[in-house]
């Protein structure tokens, strides 16, 4: 396990921290009507976080089984060219997305309103939004490839991929807490926030596939011409 490997990592958290389902839903929630109700706020995260993990477990369980089979094939120069490719198609992609390149099409923006309510109505607003990014949940995706082909015991990714997931899910945490303390400042900030998130949403998917291509890109190049 290196300083580099963490750091990658980090930063693939940090992308993923940014998602409407980490970020964007729960400012909704901090915004919505019965702001004492801090529970459902929190009901809504911990559904996130722990659906994350298990996806994670599960990925991780069933790519260490593909790498005892397969691993001089997946770390081969031909795997990594692949990733490479993989990586470039990426950050291609990702100029798809552009909001600017949408409007030149003629084709109009696309916003999510979440639906608010009790613990259970949380739990499925977790899930939904788990399910339906589990597509798109490209940095987490290339984490546990990136901590699959590090060769990582179940005593180190099991702690790297809960390290991952509360990291995914702190900023909403910093900002209930300042929310808390701050409410008059906090909450014209979180509004204007709520409104830029809904409407940039796909640049912010743009930028996740730009930033999450490179970093394959890198270190494919990194094996395939430097080592």
């Given at each position: 396990?290196?300083?580099?490997?963490?750091?990658?990592?980090?930063?693939?958290?940090?992308?993923?921290?940014?998602?409407?389902?980490?970020?964007?839903?729960?400012?909704?929630?901090?915004?919505?009507?019965?702001?004492?109700?801090?529970?459902?706020?929190?009901?809504?995260?911990?559904?996130?976080?722990?659906?994350?993990?298990?996806?994670?477990?599960?990925?991780?369980?069933?790519?260490?089984?593909?790498?005892?089979?397969?691993?001089?094939?997946?770390?081969?120069?031909?795997?990594?060219?692949?990733?490479?490719?993989?990586?470039?198609?990426?950050?291609?992609?990702?100029?798809?997305?552009?909001?600017?390149?949408?409007?030149?099409?003629?084709?109009?923006?696309?916003?999510?309103?979440?639906?608010?309510g009790g613990p259970r109505v949380m739990v499925l607003l977790g899930?939904?939004?788990?399910?339906?990014?589990?597509?798109?949940?490209?940095?987490?995706?290339?984490?546990?490839?990136?901590?699959?082909?590090?060769?990582?015991?179940?005593?180190?990714?099991?702690?790297?991929?809960?390290?991952?997931?509360?990291?995914?899910?702190?900023?909403?945490?910093?900002?209930?807490?300042?929310?808390?303390?701050?409410?008059?400042?906090?909450?014209?900030?979180?509004?204007?926030?709520?409104?830029?998130?809904?409407?940039?949403?796909?640049?912010?998917?743009?930028?996740?596939?730009?930033?999450?291509?490179?970093?394959?890109?890198?270190?494919?190049?990194?094996?395939?011409?430097?080592?």
């Amino acid at each position: 396990m290196t300083i580099g490997l963490l750091l990658t990592l980090a930063a693939l958290a940090v992308v993923d921290s940014t998602s409407f389902g980490t970020l964007g839903i729960p400012i909704y929630l901090l915004l919505s009507s019965e702001r004492s109700q801090v529970s459902r706020f929190l009901i809504y995260l911990a559904t996130v976080a722990i659906f994350y993990f298990l996806v994670g477990v599960a990925l991780m369980l069933g790519l260490s089984t593909l790498m005892e089979n397969f691993g001089e094939l997946l770390q081969s120069r031909t795997a990594y060219w692949v990733q490479l490719a993989l990586g470039v198609g990426l950050f291609a992609l990702s100029f798809r997305f552009d909001p600017k390149r949408r409007q030149k099409l003629g084709k109009p923006e696309r916003r999510f309103e979440p639906r608010l309510g009790g613990p259970r109505v949380m739990v499925l607003l977790g899930l939904t939004a788990g399910l339906l990014e589990v597509a798109t949940m490209v940095p987490y995706l290339a984490a546990i490839g990136i901590m699959t082909t590090s060769n990582l015991s179940a005593a180190q990714w099991l702690p790297l991929l809960a390290a991952y997931v509360a990291i995914m899910i702190m900023p909403p945490l910093v900002l209930l807490g300042l929310r808390t303390v701050a409410r008059g400042w906090l909450e014209p900030k979180l509004e204007r926030l709520r409104a830029w998130m809904s409407k940039h949403s796909a640049s912010a998917v743009s930028w996740a596939l730009g930033i999450v291509g490179f970093l394959l890109a890198r270190d494919a190049a990194a094996y395939l011409f430097f080592l």
